[in-house]
């Protein structure tokens, strides 16, 4: 058989295999970087036990600490987004609210199609997300069967893959190197900064009396993944309408609060992940912020919310293939 055929072949087998797991690929790749962020752990209880009894052990906790805070952190975002678009209220203590304002300078009918819309599009939501429910249980038994798998056999898994690919020893070791140290800055550099950034918003926003801080701090959450955008783009308009309504109901301590929320923001939110980034990823390879925002913006679209974390590492593990295979070309 010629090398140009074997080649051909290898395409063909590739592009067939790729067809199959392209539905499920957002799984298997969920299941890997929890995979990843878990191993530390699972090396060290797999001492102590049974490998395929430690993967289980992990997989059981894990579900039970992501399932329990996301469902509770689901429900009361929901209950506070129904809450808020039914009388908005941007603050506790506002006398006038979202809703009077508007109509001060004339725009109350541009909130109400702004309300209308976003009630539409939480009930499309709602209802694409029922009917897709039968496809994402089948997605998620997947994540969990393949996350324990990747925990139990995953160093194998990825011996033998380095053994197929046609690199010397010494590109081997540089994959290996560079795929731990680009993994560990986006995911602890880049998801972990961010979080916390996006919790500290939550936090100062219910410290400063913010209405629905539960929800406006889960945006936030999600906005800090962004670069270029952050958290920002939701304490800023909050802390300047904050501060705009104190100012035109007379009310020192809502114009007060607002300041003091905008002051935090520019301190403390703006900055913390400038003093984190460094102390958690050290000398450890980082992405460029224009890469992280492309992954971003590229893995929400192609993989949805998931698409947050996986759009970046993508982007980290193709660098890492091209540093790869440069030697080889030289």
Request: with cysteine.
């Amino acid at each position: 058989m010629s090398n140009s055929f074997s080649i051909i072949l290898l395409t063909i087998f590739l592009i067939l295999s790729f067809l199959l797991v392209r539905s499920y690929l957002t799984g298997i790749l969920t299941a890997a970087i929890f995979a990843y962020v878990c191993f530390p752990i699972h090396h060290s209880l797999s001492k102590k036990i049974k490998p395929g009894l430690s993967a289980g052990i992990i997989v059981i906790a894990a579900l039970i600490i992501i399932i329990g805070p996301l469902a509770f952190a689901l429900n009361q975002a929901a209950a506070e987004a129904i809450s808020f678009f039914s009388q908005p209220a941007l603050c506790e203590g506002c006398n006038q609210g979202v809703t009077d304002m508007f109509a001060r300078f004339g725009l109350q009918g541009h909130l109400q199609t702004i309300t209308q819309r976003a009630t539409q599009a939480i009930g499309e939501l709602t209802r694409s997300f029922v009917l897709s429910l039968p496809s994402r249980f089948l997605e998620f038994g997947l994540f969990v069967f393949l996350f324990f798998y990747f925990l139990r056999d995953g160093p194998r898994l990825l011996e033998h893959t380095f053994k197929l690919a046609p690199f010397s020893n010494k590109q081997r070791i540089l994959a290996r190197k560079e795929m731990s140290s680009i993994m560990y800055a986006v995911v602890y550099g880049n998801v972990l900064v961010s979080f916390i950034q996006g919790l500290l918003t939550m936090f100062f926003f219910w410290i400063f009396g913010v209405k629905a801080f539960f929800l406006w701090g889960m945006i936030a959450i999600i906005a800090a993944f962004i670069p270029y955008v952050g958290t920002p783009i939701i304490w800023a308009p909050i802390s300047v309408i904050m501060i705009a309504q104190g100012i035109t109901t007379t009310q020192p301590s809502l114009w007060g609060r607002g300041i003091g929320l905008l002051v935090v923001g520019i301190t403390l939110l703006s900055t913390i992940d400038n003093v984190l980034k460094p102390f958690i990823i050290g000398n450890r390879a980082s992405l460029h912020p224009a890469i992280v925002l492309v992954g971003v913006l590229g893995g929400l679209k192609v993989f949805g919310a998931i698409g947050i974390f996986l759009g970046p590492i993508i982007f980290a593990l193709l660098r890492t293939s091209i540093r790869m295979v440069r030697p080889v070309q030289q």
